[in-house]
Structure formats: structure tokens, C-alpha cells
């Protein structure tokens, strides 16, 4: 679980610096390219500040049903729908994150916002097509990173054990999420949260620059 390092170029001076999570060698070995990127933030959820609800309002306009059709042929969006297919998910019927978002927007005619931190992963998420995640940073333990579930294993919150083998997001001691999936019970953003840890995940054909620019937008906005 080695492997940590700072992205370049994000954030400005005096901001948190965004680290590498660590990948299990074995998952590395089966996917390269699959990689974490967090950064923790000083910072809770509410309601979105005007600020952010005119920036989803603007990007609500630019993403109109014609960017929707040819997104997903796009590097970024097609990069995470080859992964899929890789984990033995249909990217039609388990979508992933960008085309998630996508399809909200045609189904209800715009972002809309909920609480701010939803409404900075969105507007990271669209504007780059990277995935990311959010966790509570007190209610994990030592640095992030990606491995396969342990034999008898279990997610917090979720019945039954994870079949051995399953990838997920793990603190120094436990799965925090599913990759792709649920978070574990009391590791999510909650209304008493007071640090936000913010996670890219990248797969092949992801650049860094990409994942510098999903963590910085996300970032910015929740810090409003």
C-alpha cells in the first residue's frame, strides 16, 4: 500500500494538498492506470450559496441534450464505460458518475441543487468527467486507497458480507465505499461534519491534469 505523492498544480498556496491514495499491488497488476486522489477540506454541507447555484444554473445551460448524445464518446466518459465493462458492469444499466448526472439533467431539465456538497461534486464530475467521492475525514482512519475485499469482509450498514474479491475504497483499517457504489454506514458526509475528504477516482486514459482539474473545481465550490 505504497505509492503517495502530491499532484501538481493544485491547489494555491495555503490550500490542502491533494495526495495519491495507495493501490493494493495485486489490483494494480489487474487494472493499471485505476488510481485514488484526495484531499481533505475544511468544510460542512448545507444550502448551496448563490454563487454555486449561478454556476450549476450556467452549466445546466451548456449541457444540452446534444452534449448529453455525444458525451459518452468523449476520452474521459469512455475511459470509465471500458472500466466498467472491465468489473463486469453494464455502463447502460449501472451508469457511471458523468452519465448519471447526464441523464438527470435531461430527465428534470436542469442540475438541480440540493446542498452545496452535491452541488461542487456535480460541477466537478461534469465539468471533467471525473468520478469523485466525498467522506467525512474525522470518521476515517490513515490514508485512502484501493484494494479488493478481504474473505468474510463486510461494508458497515450493508447486509451480508462483500464477495471476496470485491473493489473498494479503504481507510488504513476498513472499506469506506464500494468503488463504484454505497458508502459504508457513518463514513459519508453528515449535517455535524466539519472535514470533507474529496476523492477522484481515475482509471485508465484519465489524465492527472483532469483529476487536479475535478478535486480544485469540487473544492472551490464547496468552500464558497
Do not use: C
Amino acid at each position: 500500500m505504497e505509492g503517495q505523492g502530491e499532484l501538481a498544480g493544485l491547489p494555491a498556496e495555503g490550500e490542502a494538498v491533494p495526495e495519491r491514495g495507495w493501490v493494493a499491488p495485486a489490483v494494480a497488476d489487474e487494472f493499471p492506470g485505476l488510481s485514488l486522489a484526495w484531499t481533505t477540506v475544511e468544510a460542512s454541507s448545507g444550502r448551496s450559496p448563490r454563487q454555486v447555484k449561478d454556476r450549476l444554473r450556467e452549466l445546466s445551460n451548456r449541457f444540452h441534450g446534444g452534449h448529453a448524445i455525444q458525451m459518452r464518446q468523449r476520452p474521459i466518459p469512455w475511459a470509465y464505460r471500458v472500466f466498467f465493462r472491465q468489473i463486469g458492469l453494464d455502463p447502460d444499466q449501472t451508469r457511471t458518475p458523468i452519465e448519471e448526472l447526464a441523464l438527470e439533467r435531461m430527465k428534470k431539465g436542469a442540475f438541480v441543487s440540493r446542498s452545496q456538497l452535491d452541488d461542487a461534486l456535480t460541477i466537478g464530475i461534469v465539468e471533467t468527467g471525473v468520478a469523485l467521492r466525498a467522506f467525512d475525514a474525522d470518521r476515517t482512519e490513515g490514508r485512502m486507497g484501493i484494494r479488493a475485499s478481504a474473505p468474510g469482509e463486510a461494508l458497515e450498514g450493508r447486509p451480508g458480507k462483500l464477495p471476496s474479491g470485491t473493489l473498494v475504497i479503504a481507510d488504513e483499517r476498513r472499506p469506506v465505499a464500494l468503488l463504484f457504489g454505497a458508502t459504508a454506514e457513518g463514513r459519508g458526509v453528515h449535517p455535524k461534519t466539519a472535514r470533507i475528504t474529496l476523492a477522484a477516482l481515475a482509471v485508465k486514459g484519465v489524465p492527472d491534469i483532469a483529476v487536479e482539474e475535478a478535486l480544485w473545481l469540487a473544492t472551490a465550490a464547496l468552500t464558497i
